[in-house]
C-alpha cells in the first residue's frame, strides 16, 4: 500500500522564520559518557528522543573496543554515528588487558544526513560538515604535562581540517580536561589555537546555568572542563547554551547543549524516503547476486513461513 512518509520524530533543524528565511535552528549536545553500555547509556537515550530534537550529539569515552562499535552505530534508529574505538592501536600492539577506556564518536539525526559529510575520525577527534558548519568533537588527554604533546597534535590535526574549508561556520565541543576559563601553561595552546582560527568561547558569550561540568560528589570535586567553541561568524547566531542538569544521569559529567542559527540557502536537509513494504508475492531470485548469509536465511526463512506453512 502506498502512503506519503511521516517522519516519526521532530526534525533536527526546525525552519528559522516564514517567507524566505534561509536560517534553521541546530541544536548540539555534548556528553561524556563514562562508558556507553554502563552510566551514559540511559542519559543518551534521552538525548536522542524526540522532545529534545537534537541534531547533533558529541560523545566522549564510550569505552567501545573495534568489535563493540556496532552498539554505538545502531544506538538509535534515528541518529548515524560516525567514530572509531579508543582501542584502536592499543589492540593492534597486542591483548588488551584492564578496563576499556577512551573513543569519541559523533551522533547525527538523520534528518541532517543529506547535507552531512565525514571528515575526519580518530581515537580522539571526530570532525564533520553540516551545511555550511563544520563540527568538531574533542577528547583531549588528562593534564598530565607527558600529554601535552598529544594535545598538541591533535590541534595541528584539526587545524589542517579548518584550513581545507575557509568559507565555513565551525562549532567545536567535547571535553578538554581542561577549564578554558582559565590561562595557563596547559590551557595556552588550545586558547592560542582559538586565536589563529578566530573561535570563541561560547561560555563568554552566554553564561551556562551552572559553574562545572565534571563532578564527584563523594569527593567534593566539581570543575568545568567540558566547552564548545565557535566562530566569530556564529557569535550572534547563538540562541542557548545551558548545562542539562535536570536529566537523570549517572555519568561524573553533565551534558552541555548548545542552540545555534544555521545558514541552510545552499543546503536543506531531505529527510530519506522509508523502505519498500515487503510484498509477499514478489518472486524471490537467489541468483541475483551473492548475499550475505543472514539475508539468505532470512529468505528462506520467508518462504518456508508464507509458502510451506
Known amino acids: 500500500m502506498a502512503s506519503n512518509f511521516t517522519p516519526l520524530v521532530p526534525p533536527a533543524v526546525s525552519s528559522g522564520g516564514g517567507g524566505g528565511s ?50 554505538i552505530q545502531n544506538f538509535d534508529p534515528f541518529f548515524t554515528a560516525f567514530g572509531i574505538s579508543g582501542m584502536e592501536e592499543k589492540i593492534s600492539t597486542g591483548i588488551l588487558k584492564g578496563r576499556p577506556f577512551g573513543g569519541a564518536a559523533i551522533l547525527v539525526h538523520r534528518s541532517l544526513m543529506a547535507v552531512t559529510a565525514s571528515l575526519l575520525n580518530t581515537e580522539r577527534v571526530n570532525i564533520i560538515s553540516v551545511c555550511n558548519t563544520i563540527i568538531i568533537n574533542v577528547y583531549c588527554p588528562t593534564k598530565d604535562i607527558s600529554n601535552r604533546p598529544i594535545t598538541a597534535s591533535l590541534l595541528i590535526e584539526i587545524g589542517s581540517i579548518i ?29 592560542d589555537f582559538r586565536k589563529k582560527y578566530k573561535l570563541n568561547l561560547c561560555y563568554d558569550e552566554i553564561k551556562t546555568n551552572c559553574d562545572y561540568t565534571f563532578f564527584r560528589e563523594s569527593l567534593g570535586q566539581k570543575t568545568m572542563i567540558d566547552f564548545f567553541l565557535c566562530s566569530d561568524s556564529l557569535k550572534s547566531k547563538l540562541l542557548e547554551h ?68
Request: glycine letters at 6%; hydrophobic letters at 45%.
Open 163 to 191: 584550513e581545507m574549508f575557509p568559507n565555513f561556520d565551525i562549532v567545536m565541543g567535547g571535553d578538554f580536561n581542561m577549564d578554558l576559563r582559565e590561562r595557563t601553561p596547559l590551557t595556552n595552546p588550545v586558547h
Open 242 to 309: 545551558v548545562m542539562l542538569d535536570n536529566l537523570i544521569n549517572y555519568s561524573d559529567h553533565l551534558p552541555l547543549f548548545l542552540g545555534l542559527s544555521v545558514d541552510i540557502t545552499n543546503a536543506i536537509p531531505i529527510l530519506p524516503p522509508p523502505p519498500p513494504p515487503i510484498c509477499r508475492k514478489y518472486p524471490i531470485n537467489v541468483l541475483d547476486g551473492i548475499l550475505p548469509i543472514s539475508i539468505m536465511y532470512t529468505r528462506i526463512m520467508f518462504v518456508f513461513r508464507y509458502y510451506l506453512l
Open 22 to 71: 534561509s536560517l534553521a535552528t541546530l541544536n548540539i549536545a555534548s556528553y561524556n559518557l563514562a562508558g556507553l553500555d554502563g552510566q551514559g547509556n540511559i542519559l543518551l537515550s534521552e538525548l536522542c528522543s524526540a522532545n529534545l530534537k537534537m541534531g547533533v550529539i558529541l560523545v566522549q569515552e564510550h569505552w567501545l573496543s573495534p568489535d563493540r562499535m556496532a552498539h
